[in-house]
């Protein structure tokens, strides 16, 4: 019997025949052949394609009144993946032959490694034979090796828990387009020909910066002035009664100087700071002046090599087997990232960052040490180099002491209301190791650290106070705000927030500058339109895991739980309604009449075939569905228009790529001919042709108006703006020759 090993992608496949001992051959007894995949090869139909054709325009043309959608309509159908053919037919081959399938793909929480192979397995007809699922923390030899012959049957790919996860979170987030599509015409009817894409955490993400930003610009400072104490090192006295007043002049002058009164003096300890997560990596690496997106595919290709762990985990900790691999190449990694190993005295497994649950860990160094960090820069670039080390260094706090330091208290002896604090360091432990918040301004230092503690006398003091302004939004700050509420993963968080601050994008929807966090012209229009919406509700991630979980289970109906998503959406669209016309109140912008709009994958598209979405209308002629066609195939097409003044005219060309205002878009353009060619369905001869060039205005018969009737006209050729001009009851115009037949 063979058993066929589906992998995720060729670097896993290459890291599963390191670790079997080929691209096929024997392991452990078993006969194996491993096919990989390239991430999703299959992914949902278009709408207008997953429902009957009768039902095709509702879903395929932008419009308020085709929403919400009803759902059941779906066929849920899936179709293959552009330019994944090749890769298709190499697993469909590779599998055919064999008895047992193997799922190997990534193993996550969110069950789309599952999802990528069962979709794979059931449109390649290949879930006629024995399934079985690999469970592995990474893809060290050692691990993969245990995970083939600890290999689980899977009953039934359709009743696979994490498929049916996986499956309900790609269906409702495949229904979230219903709201990027309201949200769009709500722009449009204001004059944007903008796409706003929303979903759950992209709407997340933008209101939590517009509401932190508003919150940022409305601040208004609130001095304060109010008496304390302060002794020789430094240290204040507060009386949390004391009053306070607007101006220094009205602080009353009514205390003296006093000796201090230690109360107590206690030491304590913090532990090393939580291992990373790729959001918590990634929002170091900005602050240095990496682009998420680098940080994402950088990461990527060191793990390939085993130089770091695993991305896209969900783990906070580590597994005591995860501990026990790693902390052999504690002093190599020490090396590389230039730490001393003399402050790694904590070899032990901590409580807190070592515990026996989790699947992949927590971001760490991988098993594969690099020689030095140059050598990682040459392999993996700038990049590469600062992720690495800060991760080693996160990791090897893990293996320093605690930070120790004595907590002194007094008081005022002659005001015992007035009371001190002082933090006095006494062993640096981890701090030595790995500070996370270095370098970072927006981070306070403890404002009660003293190296000296507790003086022995106070002096009075006036002391000026403000209400303190809200944090500017960066990544950083949007990263801890997002783990706070538990919306998305470390990875899903860092490859979203990638996604819509991307500059390249057409419509970004955040914009960093520097380190700071704003919010770019679409995302200010979204985040007008988001108040008192359920997708701009920050717990409906919350909800959607929590179904997640209760489908993996079987103890909800999926198709059930979407039924919710059509009241969803048609509350939020009278949301959004009445938030429209506060955006154009804010933006002044006024509200217009929106243009029909054709949509489809242009085949001839300059930068290869995509999805385009252009105006239905044109010079007064509405595209039929045969000339969309056409136009999408790359094809001319010739139709009759209307001119701003009335007048009819014959148009012929092809979708193009325009701009206007800086802006680029996907249009009709007109062919302008170099020659008089027609006019009102009549074709030129040669000697008409060669006369009209000439300038001579040429009376002629066979026009053809709009409702088909025939008609004479005087014509000539305006050579500049390359167009034939009609001369209607122009009684004073005469041909400068006479008219050629």
């Not at 370098?439 to 003091?461: F, I, K, M, Q, R």
């Amino acid at each position: 019997m063979t058993v066929g090993i589906l992998m995720e992608k060729p670097s896993a496949a290459r890291n599963g025949s390191k670790a079997w001992g080929g691209t096929k051959g024997t392991f452990d007894g078993e006969q194996y052949v491993i096919a990989h995949a390239r991430g999703h090869l299959y992914e949902f139909a278009a709408p207008d394609k997953m429902v009957d054709p009768s039902l095709a325009g509702k879903y395929k043309n932008w419009d308020l009144t085709n929403l919400p959608w009803d759902l059941r309509d779906f066929s849920w159908a899936n179709e293959p993946i552009k330019d994944t053919a090749q890769v298709r037919n190499n697993v469909k081959q590779a599998l055919s032959g064999c008895e047992e399938i193997a799922i190997a793909t990534d193993w996550d929480e969110s069950g789309e490694g599952d999802a990528i192979a069962i979709n794979a397995l059931v449109e390649l007809g290949l879930t006629d034979k024995k399934i079985s699922r690999l469970h592995f923390t990474d893809e060290s030899e050692k691990s993969l090796q245990q995970a083939f012959k600890d290999r689980r049957p899977v009953q039934s790919v359709h009743e696979h828990p994490a498929f049916k996860k996986a499956r309900f979170r790609s269906m409702f987030d495949f229904a979230s387009m219903q709201w990027s599509r309201a949200a769009t015409i709500m722009a449009r009817q204001s004059g944007q020909d903008t796409v706003l894409r929303q979903g759950r955490l992209k709407s997340a993400m933008v209101k939590l910066v517009g509401d932190q930003l508003k919150a940022y610009n409305d601040y208004v400072k609130q001095p304060f002035f109010q008496n304390r104490f302060r002794d020789e090192n430094a240290v204040v006295y507060t009386n949390p009664d004391e009053p306070r007043f607007d101006r220094a002049n009205q602080v009353p002058q009514e205390y003296t100087a006093s000796p201090v009164v230690r109360d107590s003096v206690e030491m304590r300890r913090t532990a090393p700071p939580k291992l990373l997560d790729l959001a918590a990596l990634s929002s170091m690496l900005v602050n240095k002046g990496v682009k998420a997106q680098l940080t994402l595919k950088t990461y990527q290709a060191m793990y390939e090599q085993q130089v770091v762990s695993y991305p896209r985990t969900e783990d906070k900790t580590i597994t005591p087997q995860q501990h026990a691999e790693l902390a052999p190449l504690a002093d190599r990694i020490a090396a590389v990232a230039g730490v001393d190993t003399k402050h790694l005295t904590h070899r032990e497994p901590r409580k807190t960052h070592v515990k026996p649950v989790g699947a992949h860990g927590a971001n760490r160094p991988g098993p594969n040490v690099p020689s030095s960090l140059d050598d990682v820069e040459q392999r993996f670039g700038t990049a590469g180099r600062i992720i690495y080390q800060t991760l080693a260094k996160n990791y090897l706090a893990m293996l320093a002491a605690d930070y120790e330091y004595e907590q002194h208290k007094g008081h005022v002896e002659k005001y015992p209301d007035f009371k001190g604090l002082a933090n006095v360091p006494k062993k640096m432990g981890w701090k030595l190791v790995f500070d996370p918040d270095a370098g970072d301004e927006d981070t306070a230092s403890d404002e009660n650290e003293s190296a000296h503690g507790l003086g022995t006398g106070a002096e009075p003091y006036v002391h000026e106070g403000a209400n303190k302004r809200p944090e500017h939004p960066s990544m950083k700050w949007l990263m801890k705000q997002l783990e706070k509420r538990d919306v998305g993963t470390g990875a899903t968080r860092t490859s979203t927030y990638s996604e819509v601050t991307n500059a390249k994008a057409k419509n970004p929807l955040l914009v960093e500058k520097g380190k700071k966090l704003t919010l770019a012209s679409a995302g200010e229009m979204s985040w007008l339109l988001l108040p008192g919406t359920r997708i701009g509700d920050l717990s409906l991630t919350e909800q959607i895991y929590a179904d997640m979980r209760a489908v993996a289970e079987g103890s909800a109906d999926p198709d059930q739980l979407l039924t919710r998503v059509a009241d969803w959406v048609r509350e939020d669209i009278e949301v959004m309604t009445r938030n429209a016309d506060a955006m154009r109140a804010t933006l002044g912008l006024a509200k217009t009449e929106v243009s029909a709009r054709a949509e489809g994958v242009w085949a001839a598209a300059p930068d290869g075939a995509k999805k385009v979405s252009f105006k239905k209308v044109w010079a007064g002629h509405e595209f039929t569905d045969d000339e969309i066609g056409r136009l999408l195939a790359g094809e001319e097409i010739a139709f009759e228009a209307t001119s701003k003044a009335g007048k009819s005219f014959s148009a012929k060309g092809r979708l193009g790529v325009s701009e206007f205002k800086g802006r680029r878009y996907v249009g009709f353009q007109l062919e302008v001919p170099d020659r008089p060619e027609a006019w009102c369905k009549r074709s030129f001869s040669e000697d008409e042709k060669q006369a009209l060039e000439a300038g001579e205005i040429l009376e002629l018969d066979g026009f053809v108006s709009k409702n088909g009737k025939t008609f004479p006209a005087k014509v000539s050729w305006d050579a500049k703006a390359k167009r034939i001009v009609p001369h209607f009851d122009d009684k004073k115009s005469k041909p400068r020759a006479k008219a050629r037949v």
